[in-house]
């Protein structure tokens, strides 16, 4: 087992307070990693890092890189204590709504002072500093140079999918790719800076994390979005045609009575993949941990299997199930990499050969309460049926709150769920809480929205829907310390301290 007892909470950086419209890796987070640090917890997961897209609704899980960190996340204070912003760069900051992230005006106004940042570390950086700035663009080459001519380029055609560019840059002729390299020099080095920017603060923020005992839980979504300089720089890894547009694309088949549905990102062409040791996937698994101490794998089935449906196809139902490499691909990667702490999110389709592939890697599932059926005896999502090789949850990024999923039970559902939780429901996520820090799963791990208390008006992210998700922020009054209090009482009582 790769855990020991514990507890975690999930918060996205995104959500923190901050004077940005947005949760920011510096004194945000920092201030959070304190708050953990009184609630006695050892874990801190966050949803996917990567550069979000205003078209996807800027949700962490549609991303232009599997490997980049948001510069969104960037803390512009820290870049002018660092000498990267002039002293006055931030007097006329704009007033930003603190409850929610206003995504257009945060991302306008960071652009245009990151912009300003590395025009100041162009003119004015030490001898020492741009040497960090080329180490930094040489180590991390095997992704970075793609990335910031995919962002480069994207900006030169106005913003249009790459599978729109023209034939030359989107089928990668290297002639092609020689000139856009040389005519956008400035503008990927200005991209480069952004991630430089980003992987500082990251690396300082993880050493805060680890001088408390807190672990970081990050996120590795199966697919990656099809207009992404992942699919654009490595078409041989996915389904793609003579013109490397798309031949299928991923989603899921309907269960548990809903319609399916059809995700669109391209899907891997796992013989290609496997042909190369699992290169890319292996790449992609070194920068994650680079960053976090464990990964939380969305959508985990996809490794056994995965649902392929025509690309032309509209209807989720017109897809079939394919067998994918698994066992092989995790037998590469602890071969590679060693030890894999991480989390498999193994909710739904579940299958005899998904659970084999699931502990054959060693890796714990997950549970969560809100999708259980309490008015069934032993249904395997209620807490005491859960075993030590599960992760528990009280809810997740795509569920309600415990308090919106209480209050929008049916009657016989809820006095089902007040019979087995013994509540009357007046602090129904304190009893939730209870009784996943209670259940024998290795570890524990709650939004932070249940820990408030919160209504369905802070849910993160409702699936199949497109606007007003992913923007919900805490304030620093709502990091309250008596809650931190409460919850450290809990962790301890349960042994999970």
Known sequence: MQFDRSA???LHVTALPGPDGVGTLGDPAHTFLDWLDRAGVRYWQVCPLGPTVGIHGDSPYQSYSAFAGNPLLVDLDALVAAGWLPEHALDDRPDFDPHRVEFDRAKAYTDETLREAFDHFEATATEEERAAFDAFREREADWLADYTLFRALKDSYEEIAWTEWPAAIRTRDPDALADARADLAEETRHYAFRQFCFDRQWATLREAADARGIDLIGDVPLYVAADSADVWANPDAFQLDDENRPTAVAGVPPDLGDAGQRWGNPLYDWETLAANDFDWWVRRFRRLYDLVDVVRIDHFKGFSEYWAIPAEATDPNQGEWHEAPGHALFETLEAELGEVP??????????????????????????VPLYADWCTEDHLYLPHTYTEDHVAYTGTHDTDTV???????????????NYYL??????????????????????????????????????FNTPGTLGGNWDWRVTRAGLDEDVADRLRGLTEHHDRG
């Open 8 to 10: 975690g909470v999930l």
């Open 342 to 367: 991480a989390i498999a999110e193994d909710l739904g389709h579940l299958t005899e050969d998904l659970h084999a592939l699931r502990e054959a890697a060693d890796i714990p599932g997950m549970r």
């Open 422 to 459: 013994d509540t009357d429901g007046h602090e129904i996520e304190w009893d939730v809480l209870d009784a996943v820090w209670g259940s024998d799963a290795v570890l524990a791990i709650t939004p932070l929205q249940d820990v408030l208390g919160l209504g369905s008006d802070a849910r």
């Open 403 to 417: 308090v919106g999923w209480y209050a929008s039970l049916d009657a016989e559902q809820r006095d089902c769920a």
